[in-house]
């Protein structure tokens, strides 16, 4: 059993979902990003979204694409990514990292090595955006050859042959897309979002993480009560871009635990 499937059916049993915050490996700064992840966990994040930076982001939106940019302008490459887990694996070996990004970095070291090195370092599962699913059969059986998650997105514009074939290939959990646009975009409808879970858990079979649009408290409970995870990542970024690097960690705890109240507060009710 992967960390990850582990992770979903612990917090089932005691009746919880998930929250999966997102932040850009490097962003603000490469020292931080270590430290950023332990302050996750301790503000109450059940699997952390750590994003690979790359110059064009394509699924994102304004907030994570400057984030990306202050990395890649650190010299933070896919490697130095990796290092970066293994350092946070020193002192947690419990809580599962996923790594998100997109293909070049990885083809760039090549599927195998890149699969090899992502398990070495403690990576538990990984998602890269623009690997559609009718190409990713290959892909997928080296991420589960090294004992990786493959997790795939999916999106409110998504045919149930497409829900098919993800669920063919995904482990861990799916990612829904709430809203169509980019990240940080628009406001969710959480109504429309209750509607395609049931479907997908059907045909997928995993657990269904839903993010973009969720920004407070509030929403982080409302889609918690219909999904099995809630993934932020947008607005902890924004809180990133306001703090210093001596508030950083203390400004994205509380945001984080705030979050974590929030769906505790719905799915207990």
Same mark, same amino acid.
């Given at each position: ?19 999966? @915050? ?30 690979? @930076? ?7 939106? @304004? ?20 290092? =970066? ?14 790594? =998100?990004? !997109? ?46 998650? @493959? ?21 861990? !959990?799916?990612? !829904? ?93």
């Amino acid at each position: 059993m992967s960390k990850i499937q582990a992770t979903f059916e612990r917090l089932q049993a005691q009746g919880r979902k998930a929250l999966i @915050p997102f932040i850009t490996a490097g962003d603000p700064d490469p020292a931080l990003t270590v430290p950023l992840m332990h302050t996750l966990v301790d503000a109450g994040a059940d699997i952390i979204e750590l994003g690979v @930076p790359f110059s064009d982001p394509m699924a994102d939106g @304004p907030t994570i694409q400057r984030a990306s940019e202050r990395a890649l302008a650190k010299g933070v490459s896919l490697r130095q990514v990796l290092s =970066m887990v293994a350092n946070f694996r020193a002192d947690n070996s419990e809580t599962p990292v996923v790594l =998100m990004g !997109y293909a070049n970095p990885i083809e760039a070291m090549g599927v195998e090595t890149f699969a090899a090195a992502a398990l070495d370092a403690g990576v538990d599962g990984v998602l890269v955006v623009d690997y559609p699913p009718e190409e990713s059969v290959e892909f997928a059986q080296a991420m589960r050859r090294n004992a990786l998650d @493959p997790i795939f997105l999916l999106a409110p514009t998504s045919t149930e042959a497409r829900i098919s074939d993800v669920g063919a290939l995904a482990s861990g !959990y799916v990612y !829904y897309v709430s809203l169509k646009g980019v990240t940080g975009s628009a406001t969710l409808d959480v109504a429309a979002v209750a509607k395609r879970i049931p479907e997908i858990r059907g045909r997928t079979g995993v657990p269904v993480g839903v993010g973009f649009g969720i920004r407070d408290a509030a929403t982080a409970g409302a889609v918690a009560a219909v999904a099995d995870a809630v993934v932020v990542g947008s607005r902890i970024i924004e809180e990133l871009e306001k703090s210093t690097a001596e508030t950083a960690c203390a400004n994205v705890r509380a945001l984080v635990a705030d979050l974590r109240r929030g769906i505790d507060a719905a799915t207990q009710a």
